[in-house]
């Protein structure tokens, strides 16, 4: 199985700070690479696909980037409905894995 | 506006079994490939199983093959997930997601608690 490692398990912000957080596949997976948010009782909500692109509805704040191995999301200027819980996860083959996730949090 | 109601979960004996649902509504359901994904608790988020928008095929993980089925009718915009044969290792929240290659919409999720 593809291992997925994000390194920070938490990540204190301010608002109108920028952050990135990253993800690490164990194999290659080209860009076959999503990112998710969770927020205390909300659905989980898929930010971005293929690496790079937003789905609908995701502010452009949100970036992602990488191939291969290596991913990031970056979110630019921190509104307070940013923080929360940012997972991703490879669709390269199955079965699909995710990483840990990440807690973004209010410092 | 897309929603996903998950139902049936609850406290099972491990052995036994149990069928979970998600009501669709806010898209055409018939469409769309959907999936299950359950996060166990204080654990990360594990894929379960897949159907495409026809039912014509299934994907499973290891870990639930052979014990779990997922199924889908089209007329009533409803997943189904069968799982027999439950575990405590089962025991997760259990999300009913639309799949298209990402997990595009999920549900609050539904809470199975496998123990004696």
């Known amino acids: 199985d593809v291992q997925m490692t994000q390194s920070l398990s938490y990540l204190a912000a301010s608002p109108g700070e920028s952050v990135s957080i990253s993800c690490k596949a164990s194999k290659s997976i080209s860009n076959y690479l999503a990112w998710y948010q969770q927020k205390p009782g909300e659905a989980y909500k898929l930010l971005i696909y293929s690496g790079s692109t937003l789905q609908s509805g995701t502010p452009s704040r949100f970036s992602g980037s990488g191939s291969g191995t290596d991913f990031t999301l970056t979110i630019r200027s921190l509104e307070p409905e940013d923080f929360g819980l940012y997972y991703c996860q490879q669709y390269y083959e199955k079965p699909y894995t995710f990483g840990a996730g990440t807690k973004l949090e209010l410092k | 506006e897309v929603q996903l109601v998950e139902s049936g979960g609850g406290l099972v004996q491990p052995g036994r079994s149990m069928k979970l649902s998600c009501a669709a509504s806010g898209f055409t359901f018939s469409n769309y490939g959907m999936a299950w994904v359950r996060q166990a608790p204080t654990k990360g988020l594990e894929w379960v199983a897949t159907i495409s928008y026809d039912g014509s095929s299934t994907y499973y993980r290891d870990s639930v093959k052979g014990r779990f089925t997922i199924s889908r009718d089209n007329a009533k915009s409803t997943l189904y997930l069968q799982m027999n044969s439950l575990r405590s290792e089962d025991t997760a929240t259990y999300y009913c997601?639309?799949?298209?290659?990402?997990?595009?919409?999920w549900g609050q999720g539904t809470l199975v608690t496998v123990s004696s």
């Open positions: 997601t639309i799949f298209s290659y990402v997990f595009a919409y």
